[in-house]
C-alpha cells in the first residue's frame, strides 16, 4: 500500500518559517519526482515546486528565493523548507509522488495558515 504522510503545518506568523515534511511507503523512492503543491481557500491546486529523482529542482515564482525543496533517498521523505511566510502562503499543502511511468500518489494534505 503507498502512503504518502505530511507533517509539519501549523500556525504561523507572516515572516516566519515552517518545514514540512512527506514520509513514503510502498513505492522506490528514489525513481519518482516528488512535488508539493498547494491549494488556498477557493483557489485552484497549484505546483510550489519539485525535485526529479535526479536532484533537480524547480520552484514556483511565488516561491522562488523563499522555499527550498529536498529530499533523502534513505528516509523515503522530501521535505520543503519555506521562510520568510506571506498570507498568501496559507493553504493546504500535498505531497505528490510521480513515477517516469505509472499511477501518480498524493498525501492527504496539510495545513499551513500564515496570520498574526
Known amino acids: 500500500q503507498v502512503q504518502l504522510v505530511e507533517s509539519g503545518g501549523g500556525l504561523v506568523q507572516p515572516g516566519g518559517s515552517l518545514r514540512l515534511s512527506c514520509a513514503v511507503s510502498?513505492?522506490?523512492?528514489?525513481?519518482?519526482?516528488m512535488g508539493w503543491y498547494r491549494q488556498g481557500p477557493g483557489k485552484q491546486r497549484e505546483l510550489v515546486a519539485g525535485i526529479t529523482n535526479g536532484g533537480r529542482t524547480n520552484y514556483a515564482d511565488s516561491v522562488e528565493g523563499r522555499f527550498t525543496i529536498s529530499r533523502d533517498n534513505a528516509k523515503n521523505t522530501v521535505y520543503l523548507q519555506m521562510n520568510s511566510l506571506k498570507p498568501e502562503d496559507t493553504a493546504v499543502y500535498y505531497c505528490n509522488a510521480n513515477p517516469p511511468t505509472g499511477p501518480i500518489y498524493w498525501g492527504q494534505g496539510t495545513q499551513v495558515t500564515v496570520s498574526s
Open positions: 510502498g513505492i522506490i523512492f528514489r525513481r519518482y519526482t
